[in-house]
């Protein structure tokens, strides 16, 4: 089944680095106050959570701060649109915040005859059970063949949050991998990758998969299609 996906993504004036993005996300709720719909925080209650594809999500696309609604999260954009945002405190930076841009799309998300190519960047496939099935395998190509599995995962899991299932297979290949890097959430370390894919779905651009794709990581970014697939390399 195929079906159309809305998005509607705010870019703002304000560079933010990657680590202040939640403290972004954590401005933003504080501006719209306790009326904020729960897809902005994804809590249900003091000590629930929303358990379920975030739609709505914080980013750094360049070095500004940005927003992107799907679906029922582009709506409640709106909230945010008709609040006056002014200044936002961002740790312990005061910055004025205005609108850069307002961009809509409209995608139909399904699986295709033919690739399309993509990058992702700071992306987190790896959990405490899978990290240490990784850490097992010797092989390169293995290796590359295991995060496969787990990004075509992270996309099943993304469809299913937004209430499409493909009846084709998901096919999917990583073209390029980083090295494995280090980043911090919360004090805890998390290994990251970025990686050049090519995939047969059509996926929105600029949306996030994995873990804690709603603060900025596992963003996808479309790529134009190269005249010769790479083969598959491992870079810094």
Known sequence: MSKYIRSLTIDFDTEISDSEIPLFRGAILKTIGEQANLLYHNHTGSTSLRYSYPLIQYKRLGNNAAIIGIEEGADAIGQFLSESVGSLQIGQRVLN???????????????????????????????????????????????????ENILKGNLLSMLKGLGIHIESELVLRITQLSKPYCLHNKGVGLMAFNADFTCNLSIPNHVGIGKNASIGYGIIYKQKKRDKDKQISTTE
């Open 97 to 147: 915040c205005h609108t850069n841009r307002i961009s809509p799309s409209r995608i139909l998300v399904q699986t295709w005859s033919q690739p399309f190519y993509y990058h992702i960047s700071r992306w987190l496939p790896l959990n405490t059970k899978n990290y240490h099935i990784y850490k097992a395998i010797d092989e390169e190509n293995e290796r590359t063949m295991f995060l």
